[in-house]
């Protein structure tokens, strides 16, 4: 069920136990991919895994409005890009999962998120929202739950231009793909003894892209998105057994 369609009638009747908070970000993926890539990407594997979910239990699973905007500071050099402060974006969704969890809300909330640079923040939120005692929370990163798949990640690469090309194909700009691979990267940072030097993206990739975008056809996005909604399935299934 999605908050942003339904009446709060419809919530109340419901009487949810298990939410999905899709978490992604506004910045630069190359010359050939939205800015947008990282909310649709989380956006589509939330519905899809609740829906997948409601269908193999009976038992209903809201979707919260998406959170747009993430800590991307990193990808300040491209025109477009949004950020919020580390401090910020855990406060808002903090917040965000309690008032979902009010008035005898959703007890298991699951953070399902596209964008590597929340990874760090939703952890520590999921952590502190649950030993609060809000809600059981878990956060769930779709490309870490892809099997063999998660290594080939890079940025604006092989894996989201494929869930892009399989999901939301209008937006990917297939005339600039020969542009990403020019100004890409094939690795994330600049890397002296173990450790990243790069701050921002723009030191080791002129135009944000890392990995071959021409690598990820529809056939693999489909591969991809069927992956992360079985995984987020068994995810969702687990932690509502925990929140009892």
Same mark, same amino acid.
Do not use: K, Q
């Given at each position: 069920?999605?908050?942003?369609? %339904? ?9 949810? /136990?298990?939410?999905?908070?899709? !978490?992604?970000?506004?910045? &630069? ?16 594997? +939330? ?16 979707? +919260? ?13 491209? /025109?477009?890009?949004?950020? !919020?402060? =580390? ?12 008032? $979902? ?9 699951? $953070?399902? #998120? @596209? ?10 939120? +999921? ?19 892809? @099997? ?5 990640? @890079?940025?604006?690469? =092989? ?19 020969? /542009? ?14 173990? !450790? #990243? $030097? ?12 890392? &990995?071959?975008?021409?690598? @990820? ?13 079985? %995984? $987020? ?12």
């Amino acid at each position: 069920m999605r908050l942003s369609d %339904a009446t709060w009638t419809d919530v109340r009747d419901a009487d949810a /136990d298990l939410a999905v908070l899709p !978490v992604g970000s506004t910045e &630069g993926h190359g010359p050939h991919a939205p800015l947008g890539t990282d909310a649709f990407t989380a956006e589509a594997v +939330a519905e899809a895994g609740a829906d997948a979910y409601e269908a193999e239990t009976g038992d209903p699973v809201l979707v +919260a409005p998406t959170v747009p905007v993430g800590i991307s500071e990193e990808h300040r050099a491209f /025109d477009g890009t949004l950020w !919020v402060s =580390p401090d910020t974006f855990r406060a808002y969704v903090r917040e965000t999962v309690e008032s $979902l969890a009010a008035s005898d809300g959703p007890d298991a909330v699951v $953070l399902v #998120n @596209g964008h590597g640079g929340n990874v760090d923040a939703l952890r520590e939120v +999921a952590a502190r929202l649950t030993r609060d005692g809000v809600a059981r929370v878990a956060p769930f990163t779709w490309f870490e739950a892809v @099997g063999e798949h998660s290594s080939d990640m @890079g940025h604006a690469g =092989p894996l989201e231009t494929a869930f892009l090309r399989h999901g939301r194909p209008e937006l990917v700009r297939e005339e600039r793909i020969d /542009d990403a691979r020019e100004g890409g990267s094939e690795r994330w940072g600049d890397w002296v003894s173990g !450790v #990243n $030097l790069a701050v921002d993206s723009d030191e080791f990739t002129e135009n944000g892209v890392v &990995g071959d975008p021409g690598e @990820g056809d529809a056939e693999r996005g489909a591969e991809l998105e069927e992956l992360a909604t079985a %995984a $987020l399935v068994d995810l969702l299934d687990a932690v509502r057994e925990r929140a009892g």
